[in-house]
T-cell receptor, first 116, second 112 residues
Framework: GDSVTQMEGPVTLSEEAFLTINCTYT??????LFWYVQYPGEGLQLLLK?????DKGSNKGFEATYRKETTSFHLEKGSVQVSDSAVYFC???????????????FGQGTTLQVKP | EAQVTQNPRYLITVTGKKLTVTCSQN?????MSWYRQDPGLGLRQIYY???????DKGDVPEGYKVSRKEKRNFPLILESPSPNQTSLYFC???????????FGPGTRLTVL
């Protein structure tokens, strides 16, 4: 079945460091890809999305590019802030085939801690 | 403000006492869904609804019921809660099953 694999955390960085969180996926259909962020005690917020190969999603300084050839959607940010400390989830929705239900398939989440 | 709301946000109950968690969205979205989040198991879909009066099981539907009588509301019903349903529950909605989903703030349920 479809799946998402994220790098394990926690990831601890100093403020202004470069961030990469790796995400790879397996899908039989034509997935749309997402990054969600969960701040402590809160719900999931959509951070960015990409719906087809080579699309780049971006928001709040975060970027991710849909790479079909490597089945990856790595999250990057050039300079992290303390306020970026949260759990980040990579997710997909498969469109087409028998999995056309709209179900979001999530990775396990990666905890990011940014220290001043 | 466009949003998904859930109530209650926190609930402690006892085994067997029926409860309902409400979910409402004001974005005229067709698709709505319930997920539960558990440590080590991640987020899993419980039920979803493609539109009014159309609901279907997700990956972990046992012990839950839903209804979709109006477009904006999608309540989650636990007719006889058990301790293994202690979890953090999220409602989500989207324009259609093809689009990004927007999540409510979550309901933390404890069943004693």
């Amino acid at each position: 079945g479809d799946s998402v694999t994220q790098m394990e955390g926690p990831v601890t960085l100093s403020e202004e460091a470069f961030l990469t969180i790796n995400c790879t996926y397996t899908a039989t259909g034509y997935p749309s890809l997402f990054w969600y962020v969960q701040y402590p005690g809160e719900g999931l917020q959509l951070l960015l999305k990409a719906t087809k190969a080579d699309d780049k999603g971006s928001n709040k300084g975060f970027e991710a590019t849909y790479r079909k050839e490597t089945t990856s959607f790595h999250l990057e940010k050039g300079s992290v802030q303390v306020s970026d400390s949260a759990v980040y989830f990579c997710a997909l929705i498969t469109l087409g085939g028998s999995s056309n239900t709209g179900k979001l398939i999530f990775g396990q989440g990666t905890t990011l801690q940014v220290k001043p | 403000e466009a949003q998904v709301t859930q109530n209650p946000r926190y609930l402690i109950t006892v085994t067997g006492k029926k409860l309902t968690v409400t979910c409402s969205q004001n974005m005229n979205h067709e698709y709505m869904s319930w997920y539960r989040q558990d440590p080590g198991l991640g987020l899993r879909q419980i039920y979803y609804s493609m539109n009014v009066e159309v609901t279907d099981k997700g990956d972990v539907p046992e012990g839950y019921k839903v209804s979709r009588k109006e477009k904006r509301n999608f309540p989650l019903i636990l007719e006889s809660p058990s301790p293994n349903q202690t979890s953090l529950y999220f409602c989500a909605s989207s324009l259609s099953h093809r689009n990004e989903q927007f999540f409510g703030p979550g309901t933390r349920l404890t069943v004693l």
